[in-house]
């Protein structure tokens, strides 16, 4: 009887549903969290999902048979402008588009069996979840974690809203495409700088992590030592008799040509108001970029002011004061020394306006004027570790490295007394206010008697009003004066809220936490946050390895300075494993215009489309709706089975690689699964094979420590071993079963409907899932037997079993018999033979 997952598929997971095999219990287990980044609701559910939750399920059913009380729990990432954009677009209501996708979502990701606990389930748009989160806002805010300023913020025309850096690109707003404009607007913000040095020496700890990650984190972080230092003004306007500038490189200080400050400082900002020509400059400025990635790639501008400073080694020696657009007011001071011979970009810009170049060091031995002549066209930037010779030096004309250099100059401006030396980070605070209403409400009112002051907890939740409307841009919260107007909390008299919404890192940043106790009437609960906590493996893409993870560990350690969280759970995430992306072939062809046109998959077969045009195979690319070139999961489920689907997705390649979907790929792993079936399905009534016993022992000692080591495609090899085994092999009747249960409980993890079936057909009791993990015989390990391979000529060509202790003679006696040996020999004579024993065979011909 061919098996059939329609039906199997469904029944296993009624059955798991039945018993509530998956509710997290806190009892007297050890306990194991296993959490993936949960999903936006987008609607759909697409192959990177099922890549995503079935590794997690993995480890969440492994650790469950290794008999740990295991949490792994499921919930929305809901608030955001994409719910807000079709409200927009499509009419309706933003919430009502939110619940409708997690519905859809919800019932697209049950049939692929995965082992969730769904009591826990909640969305970030609950007014639940929005309660606690305010609860902690104002409890953060009393701890003086939160505060208001003024600042310069991407401001985007269309969407009107504040974006943060990161969703700037090319200039432009990530959702709207408009070209983004700098303001000054008065924003919410987190005190994550504070915790910079914290942050990044605790980078050390997180042994579980990948270094890459670590990396990451630890360059956004940015710890730097460097000059604190002043220019003094010459004939500046009143209250501006200096510049303070921050520099890392003070050993090019002698090769200083101009000073750059930010079109937004404050010397800069005084003179627009009364000079046009700079205001002009400045609004030319903001529109070409205002980020770092579109700086770098912008045209450098600059515009003289006709002001300069003094420098601090030669009260005589006057630098220009340029605006420059790659001056940023967020980093440093907003003010900068151009030190052209050792900087590309200072270069660029001192050749575009005529700027002197001045070499303060080139290579070891270089005079003065070797190295002046070598920085003419282009700048001199060897390693900071790397010696040079320094002929503008603070220590005379000596060899030395970039770090010396550095400490040499610190060290001279300390001693003279004109700068500083100084730890910094290009950590900045997090600003977290939005001008949408699809978000979290800051729960603050402002008074005019009172100033700024919580809303009371009592008050909470401040929740969203329903009746908005989107045909006016802008955020609806500020034309809804019944929501808005409200008593002050203090003094009772009129106020209004704060209609900024919170920043979405916000809700994804503690939700681990709530998933503790996602009930409670309170942030968490101290029993459960301390049962619970930390994640023990977290699972989630590698384009959140900045932001949403360093959120995450600021958040932590806030919670635990209010009393949310427990003291160990400042380092929220134990393990991190960053998945690969799921790719697939794009097909083209184009139009009689030249446009490209894309086709999904199953239109097109061998290359061409049903009228029998050829298309374009573009390899291994992302999927992507717009190029068509995905794979519906649904469609996959329904055709092939849940199990076919998690089995492609832990085979074809190491998880933290980019897995590529492929027809062919998807049904050789259906036929294995239909193999196994049949296997269990036809069990011999006698025989035995001490071979086979063996060969199951070996599965499960390596199988758990595939597992273990997140390498389960390494896992899904030696199943399709021990699977090769049982069909080779003439054993029947009781052993064979038990082999075939052990099968199924190493089964049972990828594919765990499959696995119930072997399980029960093998005579196994009650459910596979409620199994204790097994265990291999360390006797039944030990192998009296080594295979050897053969190298012929340097190349891999056979490989021979023999006995552990066979003598050389014996051994290469068998080589040259070797059929496959032979054949590639040629009857070439054999010039060497070398036997390493227990390790390898060489033949030389």
């Not at 060290?411 to 100084?422: N, P």
């Amino acid at each position: 009887m061919p098996y059939d997952p329609a039906h199997s598929e469904k029944r296993w997971q009624e059955a798991w549903e039945s018993a509530d095999t998956f509710r997290a219990v806190r009892d007297e287990r050890p306990k194991y969290y296993v959490l993936e980044m949960f999903p936006y609701p987008s609607g759909r559910i697409h192959m990177g999902h099922v890549r995503n939750y079935t590794m997690g399920d993995v480890v969440a059913r492994f650790k469950r048979a290794q008999g740990f009380s295991v949490l792994h729990p499921m919930g929305w990432d809901a608030f955001g402008m994409p719910a807000e954009n079709a409200a927009m677009e499509q009419g309706g209501h933003p919430r009502d588009w939110t619940y409708g996708n997690i519905a859809t979502m919800r019932e697209q990701l049950k049939p692929l069996g995965l082992s969730i606990d769904w009591s826990r389930e909640f969305a970030t748009c609950d007014d639940t979840y929005v309660h606690q989160q305010q609860s902690m806002f104002l409890d953060m805010l009393e701890a003086g974690l939160i505060y208001r300023k003024s600042a310069m913020v991407n401001w985007d025309p269309v969407d009107m809203t504040v974006l943060a850096n990161e969703q700037v690109e090319d200039g432009r707003g990530w959702r709207s495409g408009a070209l983004v404009e700098r303001r000054e607007l008065t924003q919410w913000f987190f005190r994550i700088s504070d915790y910079s040095d914290e942050l990044l020496t605790a980078l050390d700890g997180l042994n579980g992590w990948p270094e890459k990650v670590r990396l990451m984190q630890a360059n956004w972080i940015g710890k730097s030592r460097g000059l604190q230092f002043s220019f003094a003004t010459v004939d500046a306007p009143t209250g501006f008799d200096a510049i303070e500038v921050y520099t890392t490189r003070p050993d090019t200080l002698m090769g200083a040509s101009f000073a750059a400050l930010s079109p937004d400082h404050p010397l800069i900002k005084h003179l627009a108001e009364t000079r046009p020509d700079i205001a002009a400059f400045c609004e030319e400025c903001r529109r070409i970029g205002t980020t770092e990635e579109a700086i770098e790639t912008a045209p450098k501008l600059g515009f003289d002011t006709g002001l300069t400073v003094r420098h601090p080694l030669d009260p005589a020696w006057e630098l220009p004061i340029w605006i420059a657009n790659f001056v940023l007011m967020d980093y440093g001071t907003g003010a900068i020394f151009g030190s052209p011979a050792h900087d590309e970009r200072d270069h660029e810009f001192a050749t575009k306006y005529g700027l002197p170049i001045r070499a303060t060091f080139g290579p070891k031995g270089a005079t003065l004027a070797d190295a002046d002549a070598l920085i003419a066209d282009a700048p001199y930037v060897p390693l900071k570790s790397e010696a040079v010779t320094y002929v503008r030096g603070f220590a005379g004309n000596a060899d030395q490295t970039g770090e010396e250099a550095v400490a040499a100059a610190i060290a001279h401006a300390e001693a003279e007394g004109y700068g500083q030396g100084v730890t910094k980070f290009r950590l900045r605070d997090w600003g977290i206010s939005r001008q949408r209403y699809w978000g979290c409400p800051i729960p603050v009112v402002h008074c005019d008697t009172c100033g700024t002051v919580p809303e009371k907890k009592e008050n909470l939740p401040v929740i969203l009003p329903q009746d908005v409307t989107f045909d006016v841009p802008g955020n609806p919260l500020d034309r809804h004066p019944t929501w808005r107007d409200v008593p002050c909390p203090v003094c009772g008299k009129a106020a209004r809220r704060e209609t900024d919404t919170m920043d979405t890192f916000v809700d994804s940043s503690w939700y681990y936490a709530r998933f503790t106790a996602p009930h409670a009437t309170t942030p968490t609960v101290a029993e459960d946050a301390d049962y619970w906590m930390n994640v023990d493996q977290y699972i989630g893409g590698i384009e959140h390895a900045i932001l949403h993870l360093l959120y995450s560990r600021f958040f932590a350690r806030a919670m635990v300075k209010t009393g949310h969280l427990p003291e160990k759970s400042k380092e929220p995430f134990d393990a991190l494993f960053t998945q690969g992306m799921v790719t697939h072939e794009i097909y083209k062809t184009t139009d009689e215009r030249g446009r490209a046109v894309y086709h999904l998959p199953e239109s097109v077969t061998d290359g061409k489309l049903a009228d029998g045009t050829v298309v374009e195979i573009i390899p291994s690319a992302k999927m992507s709706k717009s190029k068509k070139n995905v794979v519906d999961p649904v469609n996959i489920v329904e055709n092939f089975g849940a199990d076919t689907a998690r089995w492609f997705m832990l085979s074809d390649s190491p998880p933290e690689r980019d897995v590529e979907w492929t027809a062919a790929g998807a049904e050789a792993a259906n036929k294995f699964l239909n193999r196994v079936w049949r296997l269990a399905d036809d069990v011999p009534k006698a025989g035995e094979d001490a071979d086979l016993i063996r060969a199951a022992h070996r599965a499960i000692a390596d199988v758990t420590k595939a597992i273990e080591g997140f390498a389960f495609n390494k896992a899904v090899a030696k199943l399709y071993e021990l699977a090769n085994a049982i069909g080779k092999s003439q054993a029947g009747g009781e052993q064979r079963r038990e082999v075939l249960r052990i099968l199924a409980q190493l089964l049972a993890p990828m594919v765990p409907h499959l696995a119930e079936e072997v399980w029960s057909n093998a005579g196994g009791q009650g459910m596979v899932v409620d199994a204790a993990w097994p265990k291999a015989d360390p006797a039944l390990l030990v192998s009296d037997s080594v295979i050897l391979p053969i190298q012929i000529n340097g190349k891999r060509r056979a490989e021979i079993e023999v006995p552990k202790d066979m003598p050389k003679e014996q051994i290469e006696a068998m080589v040259l018999a070797d059929e496959t040996v032979l054949r590639f020999m040629e009857g070439a004579p054999v010039k060497k033979l070398i036997v390493v024993p227990g390790r390898i065979v060489n033949v030389v011909v």
